[in-house]
């Protein structure tokens, strides 16, 4: 295996350990919506966990992999179009990302506050917070920018 | 960067393959994780994760296994035109993981949902989860086979 392979296995696995974590929140988020227990919405939060490290190393790891084989190959130039195009969704879907993790955690801290209290009974604030949170939308936003990514480094428009 | 040199006529093919492995493995590490939580003594609503783990091996692996198996034939239709000799290794390592891991996943969702029927953790997750984890160990010898191409 030659050097540039192994930088094309690590830019991959990368992407891979993003476009997985986006697919596990994706399934958290489809799946937590009618969560009402703040016991059950602890357990469930935790199941992002091992995500949250995922995309947050993937997704450096992918951007500097990608941009050491742009420089190392012949055919493509860090400054190429289609890769500042690619540099924009990453910068999106990284703060978009954040915002909706951060409504995701401020809900889970409320969970386990009423855990604390003792109040294990369904809640209709937790309910109403899981259905109305922005964080939704930001996770949308995210997992968008995550497929654009995928179209721009498979179809490579103007290379 | 993925898949730096190959014919534009490649490129759906190819999104799809990667798209469909991508979510693959994400759907898989949402099925572990689950299974691998309700496993620890004392926990809390294990049958949630029970259900969390068979709908993630359900819902979003299955399809995404198929879009995976459906991209790669219709490439490897377009790369590998029939009789155009011997199949390198790396393919044979792709539809052998592929083949091996479509009926492993099968069998993991039998299991989930069984578990998914009973009151307390058991062999039933306790297998799902091995089944889980050893698909996803097979797809990241996948992963490498199809970006290294070892000939």
């Given at each position: 295996m030659s050097f540039d392979d192994w930088l094309i296995f690590l830019h991959v696995t990368a992407a891979f350990a993003v476009v997985a974590s986006v697919t596990v929140f994706s399934i958290l988020v489809v799946l937590a919506r009618k969560i009402d227990r703040p016991a059950e919405a602890v357990a469930v939060f935790r199941i992002g966990d091992p995500a949250t490290l995922l995309v947050q190393a993937g997704s450096v790891a992918a951007l500097g992999f990608g941009i050491w084989i742009a420089i190392r190959s012949?055919?493509?130039?860090?400054?190429d179009g289609w890769l500042i195009g690619a540099y924009v969704l990453w910068a999106v879907a990284g703060a978009c990302g954040a915002r909706s993790g951060m409504a995701y955690e401020k809900i889970r801290k409320r969970a386990k506050e009423l855990v604390a209290e003792g109040r294990l009974e369904p809640s209709e604030e937790l309910r109403e917070a899981l259905r109305t949170t922005n964080g939704r939308l930001f996770h949308l936003i995210t997992t968008l920018s995550v497929l654009g990514l995928l179209v721009l480094m498979i179809f490579k428009p103007g290379a | 960067m993925l898949a730096s040199f190959h014919p534009t006529s490649w490129d759906v093919p190819l999104f799809l393959h990667v798209l469909g492995a991508m979510v693959l493995v994400g759907a898989l590490l949402a099925a572990l994780t689950a299974f691998a939580l309700q496993w620890?003594?004392?926990?809390?609503?294990g049958a949630t994760l029970r259900r969390f783990a068979f709908r993630s091996l359900l819902a979003a692996a299955v399809p995404a296994f198929f879009a995976m198996r459906i991209g790669a034939q219709w490439i490897y239709s377009k790369e590998f035109?029939?009789?155009?000799g011997d199949d390198p290794t790396w393919v044979g390592i792709g539809f052998m993981v592929s083949d091996l891991g479509g009926l492993l996943l099968i069998a993991a969702c039998v299991l989930a949902w069984r578990a998914t029927k009973r009151e307390a953790t058991g062999g039933l997750a306790r297998a799902a989860t091995i089944l889980t984890g050893i698909i996803l160990a097979l797809d990241l010898v996948a992963m490498w086979a199809m970006t290294t191409k070892p000939s």
């Amino acid at each position: 295996m030659s050097f540039d392979d192994w930088l094309i296995f690590l830019h991959v696995t990368a992407a891979f350990a993003v476009v997985a974590s986006v697919t596990v929140f994706s399934i958290l988020v489809v799946l937590a919506r009618k969560i009402d227990r703040p016991a059950e919405a602890v357990a469930v939060f935790r199941i992002g966990d091992p995500a949250t490290l995922l995309v947050q190393a993937g997704s450096v790891a992918a951007l500097g992999f990608g941009i050491w084989i742009a420089i190392r190959s012949p055919l493509y130039h860090p400054w190429d179009g289609w890769l500042i195009g690619a540099y924009v969704l990453w910068a999106v879907a990284g703060a978009c990302g954040a915002r909706s993790g951060m409504a995701y955690e401020k809900i889970r801290k409320r969970a386990k506050e009423l855990v604390a209290e003792g109040r294990l009974e369904p809640s209709e604030e937790l309910r109403e917070a899981l259905r109305t949170t922005n964080g939704r939308l930001f996770h949308l936003i995210t997992t968008l920018s995550v497929l654009g990514l995928l179209v721009l480094m498979i179809f490579k428009p103007g290379a | 960067m993925l898949a730096s040199f190959h014919p534009t006529s490649w490129d759906v093919p190819l999104f799809l393959h990667v798209l469909g492995a991508m979510v693959l493995v994400g759907a898989l590490l949402a099925a572990l994780t689950a299974f691998a939580l309700q496993w620890r003594p004392a926990v809390e609503f294990g049958a949630t994760l029970r259900r969390f783990a068979f709908r993630s091996l359900l819902a979003a692996a299955v399809p995404a296994f198929f879009a995976m198996r459906i991209g790669a034939q219709w490439i490897y239709s377009k790369e590998f035109p029939s009789g155009s000799g011997d199949d390198p290794t790396w393919v044979g390592i792709g539809f052998m993981v592929s083949d091996l891991g479509g009926l492993l996943l099968i069998a993991a969702c039998v299991l989930a949902w069984r578990a998914t029927k009973r009151e307390a953790t058991g062999g039933l997750a306790r297998a799902a989860t091995i089944l889980t984890g050893i698909i996803l160990a097979l797809d990241l010898v996948a992963m490498w086979a199809m970006t290294t191409k070892p000939s």
